[in-house]
């Protein structure tokens, strides 16, 4: 008699909670079909890209085209500026990617992405402070500009974004990057005075639009007061930093040798030739035109921005086909860290930028206090070699606005000794590099001592290559 009364007594709990769930879904008090922070609904047919909660277990081609657009709505999780409490921080080197673009290349016979490139802070995503950068950036004309880039302008301005011209959604994820990295070195850790000086900052960008615009955004939200007086931005004309080293045949050879492993490894999947075939048929061109038009990039940029793929009297251009290219593209990165050539090609071609961030480490550690804040404004051909030289294989290729740091600190019980944080958009790799990959294994301190860092780009780099200097290695003919 006791167990029925207790089942009557759950059923009719559990109808209870049926009906109470139903009529608050029935009176909107909980939202079945939410509307996204972006205004987007959920069931928009215009909606290409999907939401993604968690990273799934398996590479997925979406997931990872939506991580790549790094869109600025999506919270971020920083470990910047973590150390024990008795140690000091003394420097901060910064590599960024420029922000998202519009694409470099067009899809021929297809209209163009309809992005408005015009900063619009009403519009999203947008940020806090975009209108008053907006206002400062027309003030420019005090700073102090290398060469050519004193003739690009400060942010972007065009009501259609030209080829490959930062859009409103890149200048607020390095507003975003600044604003962070400002809560962290400067609220919390006074890397920099309120009367910081030009000398205290060493600024260096490529010469596209969308690198110094990036920069000039970072610097906005980063600086305790941001003065164009202060501002000297100095000119890289390699894409890779390599200044005056960049005589290298031997990195030359070997990024000839990936180039050949790529185009190998693309002839081999007949799936992505079949896409490419049917995606000709839809536009009206050969296939090889197609091919060479890398759409990719363009559709990466219908993807991050939410706007229908093209169409033609003939068809569209659909989920599929992006991702049989964008899954190619995965598989790609992965045969490459296999192959070691493209390792070859990023120890010779990033020598020179990772030396002279050795350089200037090491004075600093020596007591010097100039540029203690170092900002170069790249784009993803200059992090990615970077993160393979250092040996971060597990890393995803740079996105948007993508970030590599490298802190300097100072042991507060020990002033002699210095160690080095390397953090990737936020997460701790400094253990993942091939250099103080074990050293935690003997320490009890969660960072790497600095000599490691200068004994891999002074000496270690160059082992593999069987010589003993950057000048050896870049002339000795390989094996």
């Known amino acids: 008699m006791l167990f029925r009364n207790r089942f009557l007594f759950l059923l009719a ?3 209870l909670l ?35 909660l968690t990273e799934p277990p ?42 998202d673009r519009y694409p470099l290349y067009a899809i021929p016979k297809t209209k163009r992405p309809d992005i408005d490139c015009m900063l619009v802070p009403s519009r999203k995503p947008s940020h806090p402070q975009l209108e008053a950068f907006i ?16 003739s690009l302008p400060h942010f972007p301005s065009h009501s259609l974004c ?55 955004a970072l610097l906005y939200t980063f600086l305790p007061d941001f003065d164009w007086k202060k501002i000297n931005m100095r000119h890289q004309w390699s894409t890779i930093f390599c200044s005056a080293s960049c005589d290298c045949p031997m990195r030359n050879h070997y990024l000839e040798e990936e180039q050949r492993r790529q185009y190998s490894l693309r002839v081999k999947n007949n799936n992505l030739e079949k896409i490419y075939v049917d995606m000709a048929k839809i536009v009206g061109i050969p296939t090889r035109q197609l091919r060479a038009s890398n759409p990719i990039d363009s559709l990466l940029c219908y993807f991050c921005h939410n706007v229908s793929f093209p169409c033609t009297k003939a068809g569209c251009i659909g989920m599929e086909h992006f991702k049989v290219i964008k899954r190619h593209q995965l598989e790609d990165e992965r045969e490459r860290q296999q192959k070691k050539l493209y ?10 930028l990772l030396n002279q961030t050795v350089n200037r480490l090491q004075r600093i550690a020596e007591g010097k206090k100039e540029e203690v804040f170092v900002l170069y404004s790249a784009h993803d051909v200059t992090l990615s070699p970077v993160l393979s030289a250092l040996g971060i294989t597990e890393a995803r290729f740079p996105r948007f606005a993508a970030r590599l740091v490298f802190e ?15 953090l990737y958009n936020g997460a701790d790799v400094t253990f993942q590099t091939s250099f103080c990959k074990d050293h935690y294994k003997r320490s009890n301190k969660p960072m790497c001592p600095l000599e490691k860092f200068v004994d891999f780009v002074k000496r270690d780099m160059f ?17």
Not at 135 to 150: C, E, I, N, V, W
Request: charged letters at 20%.
């Open 463 to 479: 082992l593999i290559f069987n010589s003993t200097s950057y000048y050896d290695a870049c002339h000795r003919r390989a094996l």
């Open 135 to 150: 206002k400062h950036m027309s003030k420019g004309s005090a700073a102090q500009m290398d060469g050519s880039l004193s």
């Open 162 to 216: 030209e080829m490959g011209e930062l859009t409103q959604t890149g200048v607020v994820q390095h507003l975003r990057n600044g604003q962070l990295l400002r809560e962290i070195y400067i609220n919390k850790h006074k890397l920099l005075p309120g009367d910081w000086t030009a000398k205290q900052l060493y600024l260096e960008t490529t010469g596209k639009s969308r690198t110094l615009q990036s920069a000039l």
């Open 13 to 15: 709990l559990a109808a």
């Open 58 to 99: 398996v590479i997925d081609p979406v997931y990872e085209a939506h991580v790549y657009c790094n869109i600025p709505s999506i919270a971020e999780r920083s470990m910047e500026g973590h150390a024990p409490h008795y140690f000091k921080l003394v420097s901060v080197q910064v590599l960024i990617r420029h922000g």
């Open 408 to 422: 300097l600190w100072q042991d507060g019980k020990r002033p002699k000794e210095h160690f080095i944080r390397i």
């Open 343 to 352: 390792f070859l090609y990023a120890l010779l071609a990033t020598h020179p």
């Open 18 to 52: 049926a009906f109470l769930s139903l009529s608050l879904q029935f009176l909107h008090l909980i939202p079945v079909n939410p509307v996204r922070e972006d205004g987007l609904n959920p069931k928009s047919r215009k909606r290409i890209m999907p939401d993604l």
